[in-house]
């Protein structure tokens, strides 16, 4: 059963967000279950939707995790240090300089002794602006994209905006924290957090795409790849689950490699728009695949 009625909408803009889909994904969601897990968390848009008692979400990348933990644990102070960023005096008249001011500002430069061994910030002050500064570059920076460099630098360009986004919503934000309260938040390898799925409980998986072509990768989420064996991992996994009895929803890519390496599972395809080639004439609908157990459909 949903934890609350309350409409609560993705905090972030992420590229390859799900909330378009939802329409199309819901058929797919089953009715009942114990415990949602999602091991690619990213805008989160499947989890507000359904808005679960339990959970276990999970990301690989840092700062993500930290933006998540922090709007569940500290969301009003959060919401001040929003605000604070917002009320930069140079956004009037010069808001490229300020986007990359923030940006300038890399959470991966933070002393040794300010982050634990998975490179997540220790003190709440360093929780709270690297969270702030996460939603203020994604809703500023182009398109919702988070790219980072082989030394772990965002590298995201300014947006272009006209002036400065609404940030978040309060009640939303009130919302999601009172939500994230019932899900167990982890730094983690997929496979990490997979073995933990037993029936009963719900996988949802939304993982990095495999590119259309050669040329269709734009970004790099973290300092590590998902080349084609990352890939074909998180198929063996399908397996796995599959075998233990629990309910499985995978988003990919529909190409030759991804129906090929899923092609023991049902695959059916929706209709997602793509929003973010630098070409505003290149975006449009293109096909994505819905992989699940054939007791989904």
Known sequence: MPLTTNHT????????????????L?????QRYDRLIEPFIGGAAVYFHLQPERAILADINPELVNFYRVVRDLPEALMAEIDA???????????????????????VDLPADRIDTDGI??????????????????KTG??????????????????????LPKLYDRAEMINAARLLAGAEILLADFGVVLDQARPGD??????????????????????????????????DWLHTLDQRGVLFLLNNSDTPFTRQIYADFQIDVALAKRMINSDASKRGSINELVVCNPVLK
């Open 26 to 30: 819901e058929p797919y969601f089953p």
């Open 142 to 163: 182009f398109n919702g994209l988070f790219r980072v460099n082989s030394k772990g630098y965002f590298n995201v360009p300014w947006g272009r905006r006209a002036r």
């Open 85 to 107: 960023l917002a009320a930069h005096p140079s956004h009037e008249y010069d808001p490229e300089a300020v986007y990359y001011e923030i940006r300038n500002r890399q959470p």
């Open 202 to 235: 719900f996988v949802y998986l939304d993982p990095p795409y495999h590119p259309v072509s050669a040329t269709a990768s734009f970004t790099s989420y973290t300092r590590l790849d998902f080349p084609p064996a990352e890939q074909e991992r998180l198929a």
């Open 9 to 24: 909408a993705p905090l972030l803009k992420w590229a390859g967000g799900k909330s378009q889909l939802l329409a199309q």
């Open 121 to 138: 910030p220790i003190a709440d002050e360093d929780r709270l602006w690297i969270a702030a500064r996460t939603l203020y570059l994604n």
